[in-house]
T-cell receptor, first 115, second 116 residues
Framework: DPKIIQKPKYLVAVTGSEKILICEQY?????MYWYRQSAKKPLEFMFS???????DNQTASSRFQPQSSKKNHLDLQITALKPDDSATYFC??????????????FGSGTRLTVL | AQKVTQTQTSISVVEKTTVTMDCVYE???????LFWYKQTASGEIVFLIR??????ENATVGHYSLNFQKPKSSIGLIITATQIEDSAVYFC?????????????FGTGTTVSVSP
């Protein structure tokens, strides 16, 4: 059974709309992350959360807002969608974010297409 | 700023042989962590192996091993006795211990094709 669940697997949206990408992890990890992968760029770090608190934000746009309602949840809300937002969004988790960097484990991704 | 570079875009090998792929990194940190991941055709990203900068011995897990050359800022991945299912995109990644936040920074990937 997958330990990091991302929903939905595929998502089609129209320009200007808003979508929420869901991520739940059942590894008992304390840190969660969002990454984006598009054809134009490699896996790109977006956010990291530890114990439901934002640790790092490498996303320039405020249209991307992570939401953590529980320790094992980290959803990603994207507003005012643009075609350039089309990508696969991966959620990941690690035991912690300590200096002896914990290994990241990834979900299966949500492929977002913005028309 | 940290940076990870994979110059080989694709490699083709015959099953049961050994494949080696390169990765060069840049960091100003004295301590850092290096990882290799595999992305399958289905898109799944799987952790393979890691090397901590303070460890002198090359890490080995199953038929994956690393060639860590710290003076050259290089971390190569070696896959021995390749199988068809090793066909995938392989990503090198790095995280700095003290600088650069907690982000794991990835290279652009090397596509490996294993043929019968």
């Amino acid at each position: 059974d997958p330990k990091i669940i991302q929903k939905p697997k595929y998502l089609v949206a129209v320009t200007g709309s808003e979508k929420i990408l869901i991520c739940e992890q059942y590894l008992g990890h304390n840190a969660m992350y969002w990454y984006r992968q598009s054809a134009k760029k490699p896996l790109e770090f977006m956010f990291s959360y530890s114990y439901q608190k934002l640790m790092d934000n490498q996303t320039a746009s405020s249209r991307f807002q992570p939401q953590s309602s529980k320790k094992n949840h980290l959803d990603l809300q994207i507003t005012a969608l643009k075609p350039d937002d089309s990508a696969t969004y991966f959620c990941a988790s690690s035991q912690g974010t300590g200096i002896f960097a914990e290994t990241l484990y990834f979900g299966s991704g949500t492929r977002l297409t913005v028309l | 700023a940290q940076k990870v570079t994979q110059t080989q875009t694709s490699i083709s090998v015959v099953e049961k042989t050994t494949v080696t792929m390169d990765c060069v990194y840049e960091t100003r940190d004295s301590s850092y962590f290096l990882f290799w991941y595999k992305q399958t055709a289905s898109g799944e990203i799987v952790f393979l192996i890691r090397q901590d900068s303070y460890k002198k011995e090359n890490a080995t897990v199953g038929h994956y091993s690393l060639n860590f050359q710290k003076p050259k800022s290089s971390i190569g991945l070696i896959i021995t006795a390749t199988q068809i299912e090793d066909s995938a995109v392989y990503f090198c990644a790095m995280r700095e211990a003290y600088q650069g936040g907690r982000a794991l920074i990835f290279g652009t990937g090397t596509t490996v094709s294993v043929s019968p």
